[in-house]
C-alpha cells in the first residue's frame, strides 16, 4: 500500500474496490471505496472497517503500519455490512480492542455478529483520550441507519462521518484536490440523490448541530470515495442546498417504450417544455438507468413519466423506476405522467394512483393515446410540456 497521510498519525487503510457496478441498485459505473483510519497516539484506534471480502486486505495495510495487535479501539460509525463486516475479521487479531460505537451500534453489531466482544456505547458530546488527540463523538441517527454516529478528530479537525458526504468513486487518488471537480461532484450529487435524498430534513438539522456545537472541520473523511481536503465547506454547501429542496427550471422526462408510441409522445412534451424556455432532460429506461434518473431530478422542478400499458398496467420499467422514486421521496416537485395503449389502457392511471399515494404533487390531466399518436395526440403532448415548464415558472 501506498502510504496515505490525512495528518501524523492518521492514515488511510481502507481499500479500492474497482469492479462494483451495483450498489443494492444503485449503478455504481466508477466503482467505489471502502475508506477506514488508523490514528497512532499512545493508544490506538481504528476508524471503521470495510467489506468482508476485502477483509485481509485491510489487515495487511493495518500490518504495514503496525501490529494490530496494538489497536485498542475500534470505531464502528455504522454497522452497515460494507463497513463492518470485516470486524470479526479484525477483532481476532486485535485481542484487546474495545469496540467504540453508538448504543443502537452496539445492538446492531450483537444482532448480525454475537455477542463475543468488548463494546463501549458513546452518546454526543463524549469524548475518548488517545494521547494528544481526542476523538468527540456525535450521534447522527437515520443518516442512514438508526445506528450510525460521526467520529471527529478535536485537535487536526477532522470529521470522520461515515456515510455522510461520500462518493462511490474509485481512484488512486484520495483527495478531492487531486481529483477533476466535475467528476467529484457529479459522484457526490449521484451519491446523495440514490442513497440520502429521503433524509433530507434530517441531514439540515444535523448539519445545523454540528454548526452550533462549534465544530471547527479543516477535513471530512467519509467512508466511500474521496476524502475533502482542500476545502470540505463545499461539500457541506452542496447537501445544505439538496436537502434544502434548492432546484432549478428544469423537467426530467423518464420513460421507456414498446413500439415507439410512447417516445413519440416524449419527445413532443419535450419541444413543449423547451419553447418556455425550461431546461429539459430526456431519459429512456433501458438507455439510461434509475440511478442517472434520480440524480437528475435531485435539483429539478418537474418530472413527467411516460409508460405504454402492458398487461393492464404499467411497463416493468416503469414499474420498477416509480417504486425506487417513491421510496427516496423526492420533495417539491411537480409530477405529470403520459402513457399509450392498445386495445386498453392503465398504464397512466396506475403511475397517478402510485404518485398520489406517495405524497407527490400531481398535474392533471394526463395524456394517453391509443396505438399510434397522431398530429392532434402530438399537440397535446407538447401543450402538456407547455403547461407544466409554465407552472414550475410560475
Partial sequence: MNKVSLAEGI???????????????YVTRRGTTYNAYLISEEKTALVDTVKHMFSSELLRNICEIMDPERIDYIIVNHVERD????????????????????????????????SDFKIQPVKTG??????????????????????????????????????????????????????DEHVLMEEAKTYYANILMPLAPL????????????????MIAPSHGIIWRSDPSKIIK???????????NKVVIVYDTMWGSTDKMARAIAKGVASQGVDIKLLKLRAANRTEAMTEILDAKA???????????????????????TGL????????????????????????????????????????????????????????GQQIAARIKA
Avoid at 11 to 25: A, L, M, P, S, T
Fill in 203 to 218: 441531514i439540515t438539522r444535523k448539519i445545523q448541530e454540528v454548526v452550533q456545537m462549534g465544530i471547527p472541520i479543516a
Fill in 329 to 384: 421521496k423526492p420533495k417539491d416537485k411537480v409530477w405529470g405522467f403520459f402513457g399509450s395503449y392498445g386495445w386498453g389502457g392503465g398504464a397512466v392511471r396506475g403511475m397517478t394512483e402510485m404518485a398520489r399515494k406517495a405524497g407527490f404533487e400531481v398535474h392533471e390531466p394526463g395524456v394517453e393515446v391509443k396505438y399510434i399518436p397522431d398530429q392532434e395526440d402530438l399537440k397535446k403532448c407538447f401543450e402538456l
Fill in 83 to 114: 463497513h463492518s463486516s470485516s470486524l470479526p475479521v479484525i477483532a481476532k487479531y486485535a485481542k484487546n480492542a474495545t469496540i467504540i460505537t453508538s448504543q443502537r451500534g452496539k445492538d446492531a453489531i450483537i444482532e448480525h455478529y454475537g
Fill in 303 to 325: 418530472v413527467i413519466v411516460g409508460s405504454p400499458t402492458l398487461n393492464n398496467g404499467m411497463f416493468p420499467t416503469l414499474g420498477s423506476f416509480l417504486t425506487y422514486a
Fill in 238 to 248: 452542496a447537501y445544505s442546498d439538496w436537502s434544502a429542496g434548492v432546484s432549478k
Fill in 126 to 179: 463524549e469524548e475518548l483520550k488517545l494521547g494528544k488527540r481526542t476523538l468527540r463523538f456525535v450521534e447522527a441517527p437515520m443518516l442512514h441507519w438508526p445506528d450510525s454516529m460521526f467520529t471527529y478528530v478535536v485537535e487536526d479537525k477532522i470529521l470522520m462521518p461515515n456515510d455522510a458526504f461520500g462518493q462511490h468513486l474509485a481512484s488512486v487518488q484520495r483527495f478531492d484536490d487531486e481529483i
Fill in 11 to 25: 492514515n488511510w487503510v481502507g481499500v479500492v474496490d474497482w469492479n462494483i457496478r451495483d450498489f443494492h441498485g
